[in-house]
């Protein structure tokens, strides 16, 4: 069934009827017609006229609410062929909240503003933590970046609505919260086992905790997966060595130390050649390898 709505109501001071008195010519004769002021059709015995008083016709849009209006008209039936929901952006933040709007596509492609308490708003899946009675979704904690879906109903229309969850903090999620480790690696790695997550734990046994194995770029639930350093001789040269470490990853910086012996005390940066990378495996060589003793270590950092 259609539906009529309001549109358009125009008043034009001093509008009547236009008469137009007989009109002949040698190839035609016309009786006496009228046009109104708005502007309609008219016709005689030789021509059909369409009138027009001009300016007051075509579609109207407003970007905030959207909305079309189509004008020229005293009334226009149509029809709703569907509900639409939006958020913009299409994202929320961790924590955050984004506003929900809803409106109506009409069979003439126009739109009608609903309003969003009009609306029966739900969370249909993913980290929203609610929607409110006014359409304001709030977003919940995740550790990557995650499409939640919200639901709108109204008028008998049900529509849903994708929108990203951004993950804003590295090291807030759930049980992993504030301990110093990427959420999202220890989901990774953890997520049927959170108890063995914690930074100092050792859950593989290999003598290297999560928060170095994290830092090294290594699996922690594998023993295997570990960092070594080797230190072996050059062919000729006494008194210097090459250091071999891996593995070795881009986007991590890796520094050489010595000392002579390991009494507590600082290590001291070695000076060494430039690198010699193979796959994930590096060289690099001490030149000043000299004295009784050495011992070495490399210390990772990670952004």
């Not at 290297?208 to 570990?226: H, K």
């Amino acid at each position: 069934m259609k539906t009529g709505k309001l549109i358009v109501t125009s008043m034009l001071a001093g509008a009547g009827i236009a008469h137009a008195g007989p009109r002949a010519s040698a190839s035609y004769s016309g009786p006496t017609d009228t046009i109104d002021a708005g502007g309609a059709r008219t016709t005689s015995a030789n021509y059909t006229n369409d009138g027009s008083l001009g300016g007051i016709a075509g579609l109207s849009t407003v970007a905030v609410p959207a909305e079309t209006a189509k004008s020229g008209y005293i009334g226009q039936l149509y029809e709703v062929v569907d509900l639409q929901l939006a958020a913009t952006p299409a994202t929320v933040n961790e924590g955050g909240t984004r506003q929900l709007t809803a409106t109506q596509l009409l069979d003439d492609s126009s739109t009608l503003a609903v309003p969003a308490a009009s609306v029966a708003w739900s969370v249909a899946s993913g980290p929203l933590a609610s929607v409110n009675v006014n359409g304001l979704a709030t977003a919940g904690i995740v550790y990557q970046d995650t499409v939640a879906t919200a639901q709108g109903s109204y008028a008998g229309l049900v529509r849903q609505l994708g929108v990203t969850v951004m993950n804003v903090s590295l090291d807030d999620y759930g049980s992993y919260a504030g301990d110093g480790l990427q959420d999202g690696w220890q989901n990774q790695y953890f997520s049927a086992n959170p108890a063995g997550a914690g930074p100092l734990l050792d859950p593989d046994g290999d003598g290297q905790n999560n928060f170095f194995e994290w830092t090294a770029g290594l699996v922690p639930t594998d023993p295997l997966s570990r960092f070594l350093l080797e230190i072996a001789p050059v062919p000729g040269q006494p008194a210097q060595k090459n250091l071999v470490f891996s593995p070795r990853f881009n986007d991590r910086t890796y520094t050489v130390k010595s000392r002579t012996d390991l009494a507590p005390g600082s290590w001291s940066p070695t000076t060494v050649s430039a690198p010699s990378d193979n796959g994930t495996e590096r060289t690099v060589t001490d030149t000043a390898a000299t004295g009784a003793k050495k011992f070495y270590r490399v210390e990772i950092s990670k952004p």
